[in-house]
């Protein structure tokens, strides 16, 4: 589906985030042929990365804990070869760089020159991340995303202080941590970054990614990335129904391979005309108008479909008040007095005989 940023027209509203795919304009070339609408840079800096051996690993269903650094690519290379070259082959590159004022001074006028479409500043501290946007806006005329963090103490204040330094558009969030995973055998930490910890992303962190979308879009009116946990195609729309206007990956396309894209990309697109809508726009910030004002009671009815249910008994099992139990002739039984309504029960259910 093309979806317009900042006046260029993508291919796809997907962006790929910052991270080793993105490690060379070989790598962002392979992107862009695979569907990607854009793709951001490793994060550019003064220094190239010296990254530990191991900095990566998977610790649950689509998600990864790493402490890979940033680019192990001299800003030289990125400004001389690197993005002339991906930009040449038609990608739409936005430039990630960090993690202070000094670097972002020494390459953001150059990142202009060079064709990328805008540049996405991110900091592993909150306190350059101002001084980096005030900068760069003095030096540039292209748009400047700021990356924001969900390890923010309070991400809203943080967000509107970088839009009223003119900030043009929000990644949202970055990985999350930090996180740790222990080798059961060796007793050793799997990562060999300092400390044995490294930085979770992919499905895990989703939740917590719809939430600050969600808290964000009620303050800001620029464009979101919604980046942090999609893996599927469901987990985009939920992405957009928060409040996002594009759908940000990076975990899931490592772990997937790159035909996540046009995968995530077409059936998007199905939901959207199934719901008879034409545009993401449609739908972005979607939830808003349902976000409970003071805590929900009314209203709670839960519907049992037998023509759908297949017996598994999840349901059952996993009631914590013993509130449920099959009846006669395909019927299920609850018991009012112990039922309190939690709904756990038909979040478990997976063929839909549940319903709220
Ligand atoms: C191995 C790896 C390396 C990453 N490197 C960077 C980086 O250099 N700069 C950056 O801003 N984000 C980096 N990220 C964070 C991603 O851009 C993204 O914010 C995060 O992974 C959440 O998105 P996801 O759940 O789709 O992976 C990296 C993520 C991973 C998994």
């Known amino acids: 589906m093309k979806t317009d940023l900042f006046g260029n027209m993508l291919q796809s509203p997907i962006i790929i985030g910052s991270g080793p795919l993105s490690y060379s304009a070989r790598g962002m070339i392979l992107l862009d042929r695979a569907g990607a609408g854009a793709v951001v840079t490793k994060t550019i800096t003064r220094s190239a990365a010296d990254n530990p051996h191991r900095h990566m ?124 995973k222990i080798n059961i055998g060796t007793g050793r930490p799997v990562l060999g970054g300092d400390g044995g910890y490294g930085w979770l992303s992919g499905a895990m962190i989703r939740p917590f990614t719809i939430q600050k979308i969600c808290e964000l879009r009620k303050y800001t009116s ?16 939920e992405m957009i129904l928060a409040g996002a206007d594009y759908i940000g990956i990076c975990s899931a396309v490592i772990l997937k391979g790159t035909r996540l894209i046009k995968e995530i990309d077409s059936q998007v697109d199905c939901y959207l005309e199934e719901h008879g809508k034409s545009s993401l726009k449609e739908i972005s910030g979607m939830v808003q108008q349902f976000l409970p004002q003071e805590e929900q009671k009314e209203n709670y009815q839960m519907k049992f479909h037998p023509e759908t249910c297949t017996r598994c008994g999840r349901c059952i099992r996993v009631c914590p008040y013993d509130a449920r139990a099959y009846g006669q002739n395909e019927s299920m039984e609850v018991d009012e007095r112990e039922c309190r309504k939690c709904g756990l029960c038909v979040s478990v259910c997976r063929f839909g005989a549940l319903e709220v």
């Not at 020494?106 to 306190?127: F, N, Q, T």
């Not at 620029?222 to 729309?237: E, M, N």
């Open 222 to 237: 620029l464009p979101i990335i919604g980046l942090g946990g999609t893996a599927r195609w469901q987990d985009a729309v």
């Open 57 to 180: 690993l998977e610790c649950d269903t689509n998600t990864l804990i790493n402490c890979e650094k940033w680019s192990d690519y001299s800003m030289e290379r990125w400004l001389d070869e690197e993005i002339p070259k991906a930009v040449r082959e038609g990608v739409k590159c936005i430039a990630s760089v960090g993690h202070t004022v000094e670097d972002s001074r020494l390459c953001a006028e150059r990142l202009e020159e060079e064709g990328c479409m805008a540049i996405e500043l991110v900091s592993y501290r909150e306190e350059t991340v101002l001084p980096m946007l005030e900068d760069t806006r003095k030096r540039v005329k292209i748009p400047i995303i700021v990356k924001l963090s969900p390890n923010s103490e309070n991400i809203i204040e943080h967000a509107k202080r970088c839009e009223a330094a003119g900030a043009d558009a929000f990644t949202a969030c970055d990985s999350m941590g930090p996180a740790m």
